[in-house]
């Protein structure tokens, strides 16, 4: 990368992403994606911590598809 540092990047889950409003409503705020730094310069460190960051992110996602979403009456 240009900087030497890698960044994880993910883009949110289209089915949490038509629920967005809802669970703002709940205090949860979605967002277009994730990004952040990985915090390493080497390849290897990179995709390792990569790897950790992604399986914490489908946690994450999973947790938050999983919650029940107030219905609103318009």
């Given at each position: 990368?240009?900087?030497?540092?890698?960044?994880?990047?993910?883009?949110?889950p289209?089915?949490?992403?038509?629920?967005?409003?809802?669970?703002?409503?709940?205090?949860?705020?979605?967002?277009?994606?994730?990004?952040?730094?990985?915090?390493?310069?080497?390849?290897?460190?990179?995709?390792?911590?990569?790897?950790?960051?992604?399986?914490?992110?489908?946690?994450?996602?999973?947790?938050?598809?999983?919650?029940p979403?107030?219905?609103?009456?318009?």
């Amino acid at each position: 990368p240009k900087t030497g540092k890698w960044w994880y990047r993910k883009a949110t889950p289209a089915d949490l992403m038509a629920k967005r409003w809802q669970l703002a409503a709940m205090g949860i705020a979605v967002t277009r994606e994730v990004k952040h730094s990985l915090k390493a310069i080497s390849n290897d460190d990179a995709e390792v911590k990569w790897s950790e960051a992604n399986a914490d992110y489908k946690r994450r996602f999973e947790a938050i598809g999983l919650l029940p979403v107030p219905w609103t009456v318009s």
